[in-house]
């Protein structure tokens, strides 16, 4: 077995004094963020683990559970780090390794070669082998192999799969080779391991849960939705969201989410056609459901702001989470659509849009449809349903550049050059690409400071008789960095709360 000396990530760890009082005081806001290392034992550990910590000469600390499996070491059956949030890397400040690790851990090496991955970066094989080693301390042969062990042993434990579906979901070629590895790992076959038994599945579909933080606000996210709603892309009921998304092979499939609040976790309802994309739809409800985000820490910064500690007090806030969307091109499409309108209007005109595409359903109930791409679009007549001439002349200009240049979207892609690119198109400015950055990128820092609700809401914080200007707002919410887009969040929040109050 590798020893302490032997891994070389230390640059995205915080001191280890640092990681000592953070695993032995189990302080949630390190989750994710470093995983302890046990040298007596053999395995690895988030910092909230629920068993007496081990003394502080038989650990060390790695970022990554990838690097943690490279040096021998099994994951925690107590604590699961397949279920901690985001690592350190992910969140790191050097954005190409951030993104590099980001596809690696999202599975894009399942259906891709290391070659291909490096091209769709725009750069070279070798300096994406050597970020890995340098900010995960892995090559990402063996990150993969880290994320598809994680995967299967979520699956085992926390879905009602057989080993054999489990074994192909998380992107295992056979089998055979799922057991080898997994006895290599665990020291024992999978189906000893398993809690339960695979239930049997006449409706061709299983659930799959993920871990929730405490004091997560599922129904907050629902009721985002719910306002939002589009009637022939997603349903939401009191308690879940339902929507159909297209998969990686151009494949559609409907999930369904809901929240289990005695057990504190999402249970996610998936049709067993979708097996080999657990992956990408784990990633996907994670992003709309921005499961990950380090809440505590986010609002204690914000909380640093008196005015905006104000609005968490009267708002009684414990949890805030940013509510994404499918595709990033359904973010921008609502964005342009709900340029100086209500959310209401935005939503009606989008579902007349989507009428004349689509056409009436003609069974009893609406079946769900994914969110048209920008291909579906090509040579549609938006004129008749209520939008202005600029406005359609803008969502056309979009539709081109999707279908043109789609590498500049995607989730991987430089933001910079996305930014630029979508603000030299006519009727496109700052608010709408932060907007989008927000709902489809997850960027935590996105700002839409000319928003007139997030400015009348902090001037009624402030007590100001004027509503602030942009230039004014960006001044007062320097302190808000890098969590601009949840003090955003926050605003509206707190101005739908003022509002419904003096109604």
Request: charged share 25%.
């Amino acid at each position: 077995m590798s020893t302490e000396a032997e891994h070389i990530s230390d640059r995205l760890l915080p001191a280890d004094d640092v990681c000592r009082r953070a695993r032995l005081s189990r302080d949630i806001r390190f989750d994710g963020v470093f995983f302890t290392v046990v040298k007596t034992t053999g395995i690895f550990c988030r910092p909230v683990c629920p068993v007496a910590p081990p003394l502080e000469k038989n650990v060390f600390y790695v970022p990554s559970a990838a690097e943690a499996f490279q040096l021998g070491y099994r994951p925690c059956l107590r604590c699961r780090p397949e279920t901690s949030p985001m690592s350190a890397a992910w969140l790191g400040n050097e954005a190409i390794a951030a993104r590099v690790i980001r596809a690696v851990n999202q599975g894009q090496l399942q259906h891709a070669s290391v070659t291909q991955l490096a091209e769709r970066m725009g750069i070279s094989e070798r300096y994406l082998r050597k970020l890995c080693q340098q900010y995960a301390g892995a090559s990402p042969v063996q990150m993969d192999q880290a994320r598809r062990s994680l995967l299967a042993k979520q699956l085992l434990f926390d879905s009602d799969l057989s080993i054999t579906e489990i074994a192909f979901a998380s992107g295992y070629q056979s089998v055979r080779r799922f057991n080898e590895h997994w006895k290599q790992q665990f020291g024992q076959p999978p189906s000893a391991m398993r809690k339960r038994q695979a239930s049997d599945n006449e409706e061709q579909s299983f659930k799959l849960y993920l871990t929730a933080p405490e004091n997560y606000d599922f129904e907050s996210l629902l009721a985002f939705f719910r306002l939002r709603q589009l009637h022939q892309i997603e349903r939401v009921s009191d308690d879940e969201y339902q929507c159909c998304i297209r998969l990686s092979n151009g494949d559609t499939t409907v999930i369904k989410i809901c929240f289990n609040r005695s057990r504190k976790r999402l249970e996610l309802n998936l049709t067993t056609d979708a097996l080999v994309f657990v992956s990408e739809i784990v990633v996907l409800v994670k992003r709309l459901f921005d499961l990950e985000a380090p809440v505590s820490r986010i609002l204690s910064d914000l909380e640093s702001d008196p005015n905006l500690s104000l609005a968490i007090d009267r708002l009684s806030l414990q949890d805030l989470r940013l509510p994404g969307t499918v595709t990033p091109f359904e973010a921008i499409f609502r964005a342009i659509v709900g340029q100086q309108v209500s959310v209401k209007a935005a939503i009606t005109i989008l579902n007349r849009i989507l009428l004349r595409l689509y056409g009436e359903d003609s069974k009893s109930e609406v079946v769900l449809k994914p969110f048209p791409d920008a291909e579906d679009f090509t040579g549609f007549n938006f004129d008749g349903l209520g939008l202005p001439q600029a406005r359609i002349n803008t969502l056309t200009s979009v539709v081109d550049a999707f279908i043109q240049q789609p590498w500049i979207f995607e989730f991987n892609a430089d933001p910079e050059v996305r930014r630029n690119t979508l603000l030299e198109i006519k009727g496109i400015g700052p608010w709408t690409v932060n907007y989008l950055e927000m709902r489809a990128y997850a960027m935590p820092d996105a700002f839409p400071a000319g928003d007139l609700i997030v400015r009348q809401s902090y001037s009624q914080l402030i007590n100001s008789e004027k509503i602030l200007t942009e230039k004014q707002l960006l001044k007062h919410a320097e302190n808000w960095q890098p969590w601009r887009a949840y003090a955003t969040l926050l605003l509206w929040q707190f101005y739908n709360a003022e509002t419904a109050t003096r109604s």
